[in-house]
C-alpha cells in the first residue's frame, strides 16, 4: 500500500458520486418493471436454504451460454431485485440472464459469499451450459473469483470449464487497500484475511478471458485495480481486455447493459458466442 493515497477518498463511492441515491432508486424502480413487463421470462431459482439464496432468471430463447449478473454494494448492500432491468439488453438477444442475491457482511464473510457464488454457479450448471459471469463492483470481484476458481477442487461433479469468461465492471482484485477504509467497518478484513479474497493474488485462470472495464470518471484506485488484474493474468496466459466506459461514474457504469446496442452488450453477447 502507498502512504501517498488516500484510500478512504478512493474507495468511497457513495461521496464521490453524491446522486447516488437517486440513481440506487431509479435501479429499484427500473428493476420493478422490467420484472412486471417480462413475468413470462423470469423464474426464481434457489440454490440454498437461506432466504437470500436465490437466482433470478430472465429467460432469452433457452440455448447457449447463460450470462450471470453479480451486483455490487460492497458486499454489504443491495440484492437482485435492483437489477432485474439489466438483463434488458441481453434478453433482447435471446440470451438467458441469471442474477443471483448472497448474504451480505458482516452477517457472513466475503470468504463465505464467495461460496455462496460458487454455490449459484453450481446450480445453474444443472441446466448443463456453461456460464458468462459478468459482475459490478464487489459483483466483479466475485466475477473473477468465479473464473479463477478450481470447480473439481469445489465439486468432483463440475465441469472444469463451467465459467468461460469473466467480465468485470468496475470491480475490485485486491483487498488489501480497504482494510483501512470505512468500507471495513462491516467487511472486517485484516491483511491476511483480504489477501485470501483477493483472486489477483490467487494462481491465475488455466483458461477463460477477463474483460475488466471501468467508467471514466472512476477514481485513479479503480483503474489501477482492473490494469493490475489485467496485465497479471494475461501474463499467465489467458486473454485479457481492459477498457473504459465513456462519462461513467461508479454507478452509471452498469446502464449500458439495458441497451441492447451498447458495446458492453455486445461484448457479452461475444463472448456468449452469439
Not at 23 to 52: C, L, M, N, P
Not at 72 to 79: F, H, I, N
Not at 139 to 159: I, Q, V
Not at 210 to 232: C, H, K, M, P
Request: with cysteine; aromatic share 8%; glycine share 6%.
Amino acid at each position: 500500500m502507498s502512504p501517498d493515497v488516500d484510500y478512504e477518498a478512493e474507495y468511497n463511492n457513495r461521496a464521490r458520486v453524491p446522486e447516488n441515491p437517486a440513481i440506487i432508486a431509479g435501479w429499484s424502480r427500473d428493476a420493478k418493471a422490467y420484472r412486471e413487463a417480462h413475468q413470462a421470462r423470469h423464474k426464481v431459482i434457489e440454490y440454498g436454504t437461506g432466504e437470500r439464496n436465490r437466482i433470478d432468471l430472465f429467460s432469452g430463447d433457452g440455448t447457449g451460454p447463460i450470462v450471470v449478473f453479480i451486483h455490487g454494494g460492497y458486499w454489504q448492500a443491495l440484492d437482485s431485485s435492483f437489477f432485474s432491468h439489466l438483463a434488458g439488453g441481453l434478453n433482447a438477444h435471446g440470451i438467458d440472464v441469471a442474477v443471483p442475491s448472497y448474504d451480505l457482511c458482516p452477517t457472513v464473510s466475503i470468504a463465505e459469499i464467495i461460496d455462496e457464488m460458487r454455490a449459484a454457479s453450481r446450480e445453474l450448471a444443472r441446466l448443463r451450459r456453461p456460464l458468462v459471469v459478468s459482475g459490478h463492483s464487489a459483483g466483479g470481484h466475485l466475477a473473477a473469483c468465479m473464473l479463477a476458481t478450481d470447480w473439481r477442487a469445489f465439486d468432483a461433479a463440475m465441469p472444469e470449464e463451467l465459467v468461460t469468461a469473466a467480465y468485470a465492471i468496475s470491480g475490485l482484485f485486491d483487498l488489501r487497500p480497504l482494510v483501512n477504509t470505512s468500507i471495513n467497518t462491516a467487511l472486517k478484513l485484516d491483511e491476511a484475511s483480504a489477501s485470501t479474497v483477493s483472486p489477483l493474488l490467487w494462481k491465475s485462470p488455466a483458461h477463460g478471458t477477463l474483460d475488466a472495464v471501468v467508467g471514466a470518471n472512476e477514481s485513479a484506485e479503480y483503474f489501477r485495480q482492473s490494469r493490475t488484474i489485467v496485465d497479471a493474468w494475461n501474463a499467465a496466459g489467458i486473454a485479457t481486455r481492459f477498457a473504459t466506459i465513456p462519462d461513467a461514474n461508479h454507478f452509471t457504469a452498469i446502464t449500458p447493459l439495458v441497451d441492447p446496442n451498447s458495446p458492453m452488450t455486445l461484448r457479452l453477447k461475444q463472448l456468449a458466442g452469439r
